[in-house]
């Protein structure tokens, strides 16, 4: 399908696709088995410029807004899910600043990233406080002309890899949801310690572990916003991150129906390539109809978001919970085609079913989007 | 310091078609890239400028006007500008006179320090463009180029790729130089590079734009025709003689003396 791509869009894509095809697929099966972070791929990332696509030119940025930002994720992800997530989280981690930073910590901030020099991560999830955000233990003590951070944060893609960390914790408990605050915390601050590394089921070449942070004191001018944002910086961060998490879906997705396509026309039973039976076909076509639904709706989502409108959170959720949804059951169709082939790590498949499942538990997971979506339907009917 | 690369558009697959009339490539409706060995070379020209904290690359080829595609690839690379040749005057140049008509180009370009190409054409595998231009420019070079030790605005230390192992020369500036794969691994274009290479201006030079001399360019200037392609057989036998330098030199020596009798 044509969707209409500028032609800067479409440059993202080939450079993205290629460095996915040349330098990402060859190692991904090595990387997912030794689990280590792909430092040698982050850097061609940051040399082909990829790290700015959606960081504003005045921050040494492409200038690109979250379309930019799916499309190269949809490639890089199509290469591997979890080597792709150094760049996407990265992303997540800098939606606070693009989205509520001043001009001087966007200035201090965003062109190390936008190079590619540092990385980020975003940390707002805790041991008791996953779904349930409003109930994050971590705290922020004002004094004097600075902060003291305390707590743990669990699960933090890019935790122990990035430079940039915007954390979301408590300054107020007085004031529930509304006692929460976001800050920005450089990795070398005293007092941020990290946890082991996580032994996880997909995505594993992700580095995922606890931020700790013990009497750490970080300045006042790292404070996102104003006091008792903290949860709207949150929210906001999600609306524009979901669609890359989609993305991520729909890169393993895609890569799962290409490689079912090449399986099924050379594997060969009773005498015919599978992909003449007429249940193999049946299953090909769902799922290559799937998968243009989700990018489809993706674009739309994306391209709504990047024009400004307000209330985004709906789309965004829907084309998060519609994507990972779709990939989960493509990327389980992928195997089921593939026979005991496909259960068998030689083979690419079974990884990208492991990959998948993570899209629909992370940034919110889809019962949680379901939320989202029907309580704004909700909403919008009543008003 | 000025760099210039030389590069040449190629068929991208190795599986291509030969004209049975003029004995060359067939090149429609097959995609072209950059020569694979000459990507080794713009990368050196790239790290060589790195490395100098400064300096100019250009990229010049020769070809029909497609080959801009090439050089605005080399453009996305990190060179900083990019000549194409192309003039009908220069059809079927064989490499006596395609090594001419860069080095023209060459000339006009002036105040360079080094030139660099890849080892050889996917297409042609003839590696005499090089040391062609390196003739036709009056200058020294050395080929099959696997690492550059040392440069200094006047000299060069190198190491040339033997079978065996490696040479080390030392080579006054400007030289040309053709480099082997083992020198680099090429990057990948930068999004800030295709950006700049689709506004670049690529200029196309014509025979008359580089004072070519007409009786050697182009089909009627080249003194050779390629007659049939084929491939040529594996070196076979050889022998290698191990010992003390003065066991060697004896064993040699009887060898020869056998060899010379017979």
Redesign the interface.
Known sequence: MDYLLT??QQ??KD?CR??AE??IKPVAAEYDESGEFAWDIIK?LA????F??YIPEQYGG?GGGVMDLAIATEELSWGCGGISLGFAATGLGTFPILLFGNEEQKQKYLPDIASGKKLAAFCLTEAEAGSDAGSIKTTAKKEGDHYVLNGTKQWITNAGEAEVYTVVAITDKSKGARGASAFIVDKDTPGVSFGKKENKMGIRSSATREVIFTDCKIPRENLLGKEGLGFIVAMKTFDSSRPGVAAQALGIAQRALDEVLKYTHERRQFGQAISSFQGVQFMIADMATQLEAARALIYSAARMIDSGAKNIAKVSAMCKMYASDAAMKITTDAVQLFGGYGYMKEYPVEKLMRDAKITQIYEGTNQIQRGVIASSCIKESLS | MKILVLIKQVPETTDVKIDPVTNTLKREGVQSIINPFDMYAIEEALRIKERLGGGEVVAISMGPPQAKDALAEAISMGCDSAVLLSDRKFAGSDTYATSYTLSQAVRKIGDFKIILCGKQASDGDTAQVGPGISTHLDIPQVTYVKKIEELTPDKARVERMTEEGYDIIEIPLPAVFTVVKEINEP?????????RA?KAEIPVWTAEDISCDEEKIGLDGSPTRVVKVFTPPPREGGQILEGEPEEVARQLAEFLKDVVVG
Do not use: A, F, N, T
Not at chain 2, 187 to 195: A, E, Q, T, Y
């Open positions: 032609e800067e440059m993202i450079l290629q460095i040349e330098k061609i040399e082909s410029d990829v700015g696509i492409m | 990057r990948l274009p930068s999004l800030k590079g295709k950006m689709k």
